[in-house]
């Protein structure tokens, strides 16, 4: 399968754990976004990268949050200290260099996050 | 006032309707424009993109109004594979950020 994976799909954690969820993107993709969607809202944006670097972290939630892309691959979302607030699906896209920012985004299936 | 807004719907409709849906946003400076389908419990999956002068892929079209700031989706002689919710995403010229809406449900019944 050559989509977007994320990793894990489910996780279950107690108020104050910190939790990190991993997303692969497609491989020549070099536009990576982080969202958080709840239910019965669309997703939220919150983060943005172009290869290695985050372009876009004003919305990210809280200073709670925070994402990496180290090598431009694979990124990171990490929550620190979580609130049963922050219980949500968490999805990633990625998108080619095609056309500038507005272009399709190809989505993965999405890390489910439960804070007991 | 949302920056985009959409009326969550349900939208309930016989097979063979036709149904339209519109999405309002409230900055002028918007230049992107897209559908997404969300099934349940899926990820979003791009429909299609919104250009000034249109855009029709089969059964669906979808529509671009700048001086009254909405787009809108219309899918003729609708499918029971139709149903799921529609997202509408709107971004901003000079912005790396997609602002989506809340979707809009719609169930298409025998």
């Known amino acids: 399968d050559t989509g977007v994976s994320q990793n894990p799909r489910h996780k279950i954690t107690k108020r104050g754990q910190n939790v990190t969820f991993r997303c692969d993107p497609i491989s020549e993709h070099n536009r990576l976004y982080w969202y958080r969607q709840t239910l019965g809202q669309g997703p939220e944006f919150l983060t943005y990268f172009q290869n290695e670097a985050q372009l876009e972290k004003s919305r990210l939630l809280s200073d709670r949050f925070s994402a990496e892309r180290p090598k431009g691959s694979f990124s990171t979302l990490e929550i620190q200290r979580t609130e049963q607030g922050d219980s949500a699906m968490y999805l990633c896209?990625?998108?080619?260099?095609?056309?500038?920012?507005?272009?399709?985004?190809?989505f993965g299936p999405g890390t489910r996050l439960t804070v007991l | 006032r949302k920056e985009v807004e959409q009326d969550p719907g349900p939208f309930n409709v016989p097979e063979g309707a036709t149904v339209a849906f519109n999405c309002t946003y409230s900055?002028?400076?918007?230049?992107?424009f897209f559908w997404y389908r969300q099934d349940c419990r899926k990820e979003p999956k791009l429909l299609m993109s919104v250009y000034s002068s249109g855009n029709e892929d089969g059964r669906f079209t979808a529509q671009l109004n700048r001086a009254s700031q909405y787009i809108s989706l219309l899918i003729r002689d609708s499918k029971l594979s139709d149903s799921a919710t529609y997202l509408c995403v709107v971004r901003s010229g000079g912005s790396y950020i997609p602002t989506f809406g809340r979707g809009t449900s719609l169930i298409v019944h025998p």
């Open positions: 900055n002028s400076a918007s230049q992107s």
């Open positions: 896209a990625s998108s080619p260099r095609v056309g500038g920012v507005g272009n399709e985004q190809f």
